[in-house]
Every structure is written in structure tokens, then in C-alpha cells.
């Protein structure tokens, strides 16, 4: 068994290196491997590594950068293209390949998000340029994407047709590199990322409420940005989010110091539990996906 196991992971490292290796060969050619085309572009139904333009949401694109390029910000075009209730890039893909078929994407189509209008603005492609390896993964075992360096990014020119000039992007670039300011931690907080609301999901944003004496508040996400139409207005004050952890701590510090194996039995159970409802979970959307198959029409 130990034998079969190293010959095992030999193959998956040899063959993940092989997939590594071919990829890289088609963006040396100019060839586009994304599962994706870039929002703007369609894959050519004649060669799927070929980007051709999708005149519709080119003509989106180019209006972005133009209003970017105009002095408005992010934000305002948002509202803009809110306005005039254009899909974003997810619900376009849901309504053309029925991926991406979640709640918010369903029920919110056409609020853009500010980092999908940053993405935007910032892909060189729709000059016209191929640019590849941008990211990594650790190993054939961890899946978890990296940056690479920019100096290691595959850039062929000349690929597909250009949405906008090289001379427009550059511009958005620079304005994007004035307007861009490094925010200055002064507010230090030991819950970064952990809270999220109960019931949007989202993570709770932390900030001072300078009216009642600079007292820190966790606020919906949600709710900061998109207001009422997403999630109601709630917070929860820092101070009571440490009172209730430290009094948790010192519960389990006490029941440690008492009965050390008891403590440790009831953790492994209520890991045991939460794998085991994650594996209930995974088998009923399976089943549920089985029985939403099974109850769509046979077309002739």
C-alpha cells in the first residue's frame, strides 16, 4: 500500500505537471484558455481560443471607461449603469449558461459591484493583448490561487480585436493610480473578517461612530452599501463582542483546567457532527440537482 500510494502521487504531480506545461504552450501562441471569455468578448465558435467581440457589451465597456476617463468615479458609474438597468457580467453568464444560478444574482441583476468595475478597468485584453499565468497554485495538491510576479505574466500582443485604444487604458491607469490612497490603520480591531451578518452573510465593516464618543461598531456590509434593498440596519457594539468572547474564554479555560479530557471529547463530537451535517447537506443539493432534472420536460 505505501508503494501504490507513492506511485499514485508521482502520477498526479507528473500529470499535473503536464496540464502546467501544455496551458503555458497555448498562451506562448496567443491561444485564450479561460473558462470564461472576459465581459466585452465571446469565444469564437470556430476556435474556442479566439476572442471576438460582443458588440453589445463592448459598446459597456468602452461607455465605462469613457465616464472613468471623464472624472466620474467608481461609484457613480454604478449608479449609471444601475440606472439604466444593465446586467452585470454574472447575470449575463446566468442568463446565457445557467451558471452563477444564485439568490443575489437572481434577484439583484443589475447592481454592479465595485470590484467588477475595477477588474474592468484594469484588464489589459481589451487592448487587444493576451495576458496570461497571472496566477498559480501552490501544488498539485493545494488549489488555492497565488499572484504571481508581474514579471512572469505571458503578454502576446496582438491576439483579437482592441474594445479600446492603448492610449484610452493607459489614462484610466493613471487616473486610477491618482485617485488611489492607502488607507492608514488607525482603528485596530481583533475581529478583522470574522463577524458576518445573520442574515445576509455578508462580513460585518467595522467603524466609529464619532457622535457617542468614538465607540466602535461592526455594521452590515450589505446594508453600508446597497442600503435597505438588501439588508436591514443593524450593528453590534466592539465592546460587547470582547466582553462575550472573554467570558467564553474563560469558560473554556475553566473547563480545561477541571476536566481537560471532557473538553477535548466534546470538541472531536461537535466536529464529527458538523462534517457529518456538511456530508447531509452536500447529498440533498445533489439529490435536489437530480430531481430538478428529472422534472424538466423531454424536448423532441
Known sequence: MPFKNIMNEWYARDISRKIKSAYRTKALNGEFTG???PYGYTKDSKNRNHLIIDLRQAHIVKNIYDLYNEGRTIYEIIKYLKSRKILTPRAETNKTTNKYDLYFTKKYPCDWNYKTIQSILSNEEYTGKLVCNKHTTLSYKN????L???NDWIVINHT????ITQEIFTK???VMKSRYRRKAT???HLFMGMIRCDNCGRTLTYSI???RNNRGLYVCSTYRVHGLARCTSHYIRYDKICKYVLKELTELKEKA????KKLLDNIYKKKHFEMNLEELNGTKNEDMYRLTLTSKPIKN
Do not use: G, T, V, Y
Request: aromatic share 0%; proline share 4%.
Open 35 to 37: 473558462s470564461h471569455a
Open 143 to 146: 488549489k488555492k490561487l497565488i
Open 148 to 150: 504571481n510576479p508581474k
Open 160 to 163: 483579437h480585436e482592441a474594445i
Open 172 to 174: 484610466a491607469k493613471q
Open 186 to 188: 488607525r482603528n485596530k
Open 209 to 211: 461612530d464619532k457622535r
Open 257 to 260: 483546567i477541571n476536566n481537560k
